[in-house]
């Protein structure tokens, strides 16, 4: 199992440049971290290290191929909680995340709810979440199995954030296997969730995980907010139980890679790094 980074190490800075930063880091894995369609002003400006799904897939491997970093898993984080739009990121865009994915041969596109935005969707009951989101999730997941993909829900939000939610939502959706878990230790544990018993519910369905962990100021945040972007301390010095959540996963041949969400220095995020590897690989 690998170890890799976001590719967001420097906001507002090119893809390549990201690229450099995560290989001069000591890395050789990374996640298309974010995603756009079409063209971007501040992509094509090189201010972000957002990826078009609209370009030629194998042009941005060729991208990553050159700093000698292999593509993780595609993110294509989406607003799943709200009424259908165009102008949101929802199925039609995870849907050619899908088609990217398949044609690098990327087997993992990341997805979830975020948190609801509008007065609609703040208004949905539980069992109205559950709906909405499965809706717009249908068809990805039928495409996603034709394609030899997993879709992997992250906890980022109300529904993700609870075991009984994903669980819910593959219910709904007739548990297809196309659709997994993306574990997040922080998110999980953020959202009120204890990320080890997360793990074990899900264990054979999780196929990459981001790590994170958070200090003791998070803790009167917790069960308030459905999130964070990034963690700012090596993994094992929070309160989070990194290592119960290694400790259950280690055996599962079927997680290939994983990611730092860490912001810091190239030497907190190889310390960080050596943690997963070390308990990870322990007897």
């Keep these: 199992m690998k170890v890799g980074v976001f590719l967001a190490l420097e906001p507002y800075t090119s893809l390549e440049n990201n690229l450099k930063l995560a290989k001069e880091a000591g890395f050789d894995s ?91 969707a703040k208004k949905l009951t539980y069992e109205q979440c559950i709906f909405t989101i499965a809706e717009k999730l249908y068809n990805p997941c039928k495409m996603a199995s034709d394609y030899g993909i997993k879709i992997i829900f992250e906890p980022h939000g109300p529904i993700t954030d609870s075991i009984n939610g994903i669980g819910d939502v593959m219910d709904m ?76 996963l280690k055996d599962r041949k079927e997680i290939r890679n994983s990611t730092l969400e860490i912001a810091g220095s190239p030497e907190l995020l190889r310390a960080s790094a050596d943690f997963v590897y070390k308990h990870w690989d322990a007897a």
Excluded at 187 to 206: C, F, H, M, Q
């Design 30 to 120: 990374a996640d298309i971290t974010d995603t756009h369609s079409g063209g971007a002003m501040f992509a094509s400006a090189g201010l972000s290290a957002s990826v078009s799904l609209d370009d030629n897939p194998f042009e941005v491997k060729r991208k990553f191929d050159r700093y000698g970093i292999a593509i993780a898993t595609i993110s294509a984080h989406a607003c799943l909680l709200e009424a259908s739009n165009p102008g949101e990121y929802q199925t039609a865009e995870v849907m050619k995340a899908i088609k990217f994915a398949a044609a690098i041969g990327v087997r993992d596109v990341v997805t979830t709810e975020t948190i609801p935005k509008s007065d609609w």
């Design 173 to 248: 959706l007739g548990n297809p296997e196309s659709l997994g878990v993306n574990m997040d230790t922080g998110n999980s544990w953020l959202g009120g969730t204890d990320p080890v018993e997360l793990a074990r519910t899900y264990k054979d369905k999780i196929f990459h995980i981001h790590w994170k962990d958070l200090g003791p100021e998070w803790v009167e945040q917790r069960g308030k907010r459905y999130g964070c972007g990034f963690s700012t301390i090596e993994l094992g010095t929070g309160v989070i139980d990194v290592k119960g959540v290694i400790d259950v």
